[in-house]
């Protein structure tokens, strides 16, 4: 028999984030790899990061030998007095108009070259004068990011007569279905993370996070069917390298479905498998061993069969909205039925997205 009136008051709010973390992390890994951060005190929370300017872009355009403009992807990259690598030349840049670079060729002695089209442009120093005046000032403004919270409920609801008679191997019913709607309530979570869209209605009333996949949109491999190989994720690890000027870090894991995790566990080349043995919950741990570092491989059945992500977990955090961790709420008998409700409001924060890459489109 469900003894309510002894173990539950109405209105009485009941923290249950640590039950949430509970559940097994084969059912919520994100989640359990995550973990729960500092609460956020506004439903849009802003996050600022700091952006370097990059040092390196492409020719899009031959260029003869004696040529002395150049056409490149990125024209934001150089300034005037830069001196660039093209090949195995020097060039000064001596004016920027846009993406085309005027230059002295063959600067400091090297010899000149014609340039094709897709040849790297490379940054290597500005060409410093004795008693010269100082330059101008050269920065990026901080860059603006926002997510939304969500708002993440459910409710318990046994009849009377459920609550008055025996349930065959439940000594409390109601607290049989609270712990059922908790497990349901953690796997929402867990897929808005992973594939939550960043949404507001225009009432303001309905909110909806960007997920994971949301927000990773620099790093993206497009496979058309093809089966997972250590070429393709050292590919995404050097993208990765290339734009944030760092390797593999401890905090980098590779979160793939299960189908993705056979086909890793068939490749023989730049992997290494390592057992361990963890005494709490009897996970057996893969590692990639790749050009750039090892990364945890963690394997994650809520993703979509073809796709494999790689994150930062230092980088991404869950975060409630203050006041709104999820907590369970008995709201009592309004009828011949007991009630109650569990919600909390969590979003993400996604920092440094050009330090994560997906990998979509392969073999199912």
């Known amino acids: 028999m469900t003894q309510i009136s002894q173990n539950l008051i109405v209105g009485k709010r009941e923290d249950v984030t640590e039950n949430m973390l509970l559940l097994s992390p084969s059912e919520t890994p994100m989640v359990d790899l995550l973990g729960y951060g500092e609460a956020v005190t506004q439903v849009e929370p802003t996050w600022f990061e700091d952006e370097a300017y990059s040092d390196k872009t492409k020719a899009t355009a031959e260029a003869i030998v004696g040529a002395s403009k150049v056409t490149v992807a990125d024209g934001s990259v150089f300034?005037?007095?830069?001196?660039?690598?093209?090949?195995?030349?020097?060039?000064?840049?001596?004016?920027?108009?846009?993406?085309?670079?005027?230059?002295?060729?063959?600067?400091?002695?090297?010899?000149?070259?014609?340039?094709?089209?897709?040849?790297?442009?490379?940054?290597?120093?500005?060409?410093?004068?004795?008693?010269?005046?100082?330059?101008?000032?050269?920065?990026?403004?901080?860059t603006r990011?926002?997510?939304f919270t969500q708002i993440f409920d459910g409710t318990i609801s046994i009849s009377g007569t459920s609550a008055a008679t025996s349930q065959h191997g439940i000594d409390d019913l109601y607290?049989?279905?609270?712990?059922?709607?908790?497990?349901?309530?953690?796997?929402?979570?867990?897929?808005?993370?992973?594939?939550?869209v960043k949404y507001e209605a225009a009432n303001g009333l309905v909110r909806q996070m960007g997920g994971i996949k949301h927000?990773?949109?620099?790093?993206?491999?497009?496979?058309?069917?093809?089966?997972?190989?250590?070429?393709?994720?050292n590919d995404a690890f050097q993208a990765i390298a290339e734009?944030?000027?760092?390797?593999?870090?401890?905090g980098y894991k590779i979160i793939v479905s299960p189908k993705q995790k056979r086909a890793i566990s068939k490749m023989d080349?730049?992997?290494?498998?390592?057992?361990?043995?963890?005494?709490?919950?009897?996970q057996v741990v893969d590692y990639f061993i790749g050009d750039f570092g090892e990364a945890e491989i963690v394997v994650n059945p809520n993703l979509s069969a073809d796709e494999i992500f790689l994150i930062d977990s230092n980088r991404v955090k869950?975060?409630?909205?203050?006041?709104?961790?999820?907590?369970?709420?008995?709201?009592?008998?309004?009828?011949?039925?007991?009630?109650?409700?569990?919600?909390?409001?969590?979003?993400?924060?996604?920092?440094?997205?050009?330090?994560?890459?997906?990998?979509?489109?392969?073999?199912?």
């Open 79 to 142: 300034e005037a007095n830069y001196v660039v690598k093209i090949n195995d030349e020097l060039l000064l840049v001596t004016a920027v108009a846009g993406n085309e670079l005027t230059v002295t060729r063959g600067y400091a002695g090297t010899t000149a070259a014609a340039v094709a089209d897709e040849d790297e442009v490379v940054f290597q120093f500005v060409e410093g004068k004795e008693g010269a005046d100082a330059r101008p000032a050269r920065f990026k403004a901080r």
């Open 145 to 147: 990011h926002t997510n």
């Open 175 to 196: 607290a049989y279905e609270k712990a059922k709607k908790e497990k349901e309530i953690a796997l929402q979570l867990e897929k808005a993370v992973i594939n939550g």
């Open 215 to 233: 927000f990773v949109q620099t790093n993206v491999f497009v496979k058309a069917g093809a089966t997972i190989d250590g070429d393709t994720i």
């Open 243 to 250: 734009k944030t000027g760092q390797n593999v870090g401890a």
């Open 269 to 282: 080349v730049d992997k290494i498998s390592l057992d361990r043995k963890d005494n709490g919950r009897g």
């Open 318 to 364: 869950i975060r409630p909205l203050q006041g709104r961790t999820f907590t369970h709420e008995f709201l009592g008998k309004t009828g011949d039925y007991f009630t109650g409700m569990i919600v909390g409001e969590y979003t993400i924060e996604f920092h440094e997205e050009k330090a994560h890459a997906r990998i979509k489109g392969l073999k199912k």
